[in-house]
């Protein structure tokens, strides 16, 4: 059993890439870094949580295989295979174009 022994947030841009599938990859943001270590306190590692509470190492992973981190900075955009895409948080938007998604999604 290993335990959390600190957690820090992730800085926009880092990612962790699963494999799913033979032929597929998921590319989920990572929203924190977290220091583990095992019971007896003998090994630490940082891993990185993605925003679905995935970790390499996790007793389940449930994207699949672990491949590898990736930092694509925010202004160049999501990975294509983002598993999740979410608004770019450096845009900025008008109150009447945010009513006018509220209002749609509403429908």
Same mark, same amino acid.
């Given at each position: 059993?290993?335990?959390?022994?600190?957690?820090?947030?992730?800085?926009?841009?880092?990612?962790?890439?699963?494999?799913?599938?033979?032929?597929?990859?998921?590319?989920?943001?990572?929203?924190?870094?977290?220091?583990?270590?095992?019971?007896?306190?003998?090994?630490?590692?940082?891993? =990185?949580?993605? #925003?679905?509470?995935?970790? *390499?190492?996790? @007793?389940?992973?449930?994207?699949?295989?672990?491949?590898?981190? $990736?930092?694509?900075?925010?202004?160049? =955009?999501?990975? #294509?295979?983002?598993?999740? *895409?979410?608004? @770019?948080?450096?845009?900025?938007?008008?109150?009447?174009?945010? $009513?006018?998604?509220?209002?749609?999604?509403?429908?």
């Amino acid at each position: 059993m290993r335990k959390i022994v600190e957690i820090v947030p992730a800085r926009p841009g880092w990612y962790a890439r699963w494999r799913p599938g033979p032929d597929t990859t998921r590319t989920c943001p990572v929203a924190v870094w977290v220091l583990i270590e095992d019971a007896d306190g003998s090994n630490r590692e940082v891993v =990185g949580m993605d #925003e679905h509470g995935h970790w *390499p190492g996790a @007793d389940v992973d449930s994207d699949g295989e672990f491949v590898r981190y $990736l930092f694509q900075p925010p202004e160049s =955009g999501q990975p #294509e295979d983002a598993c999740a *895409p979410v608004p @770019d948080p450096c845009r900025r938007v008008t109150t009447a174009q945010m $009513l006018s998604v509220v209002g749609a999604n509403t429908r």
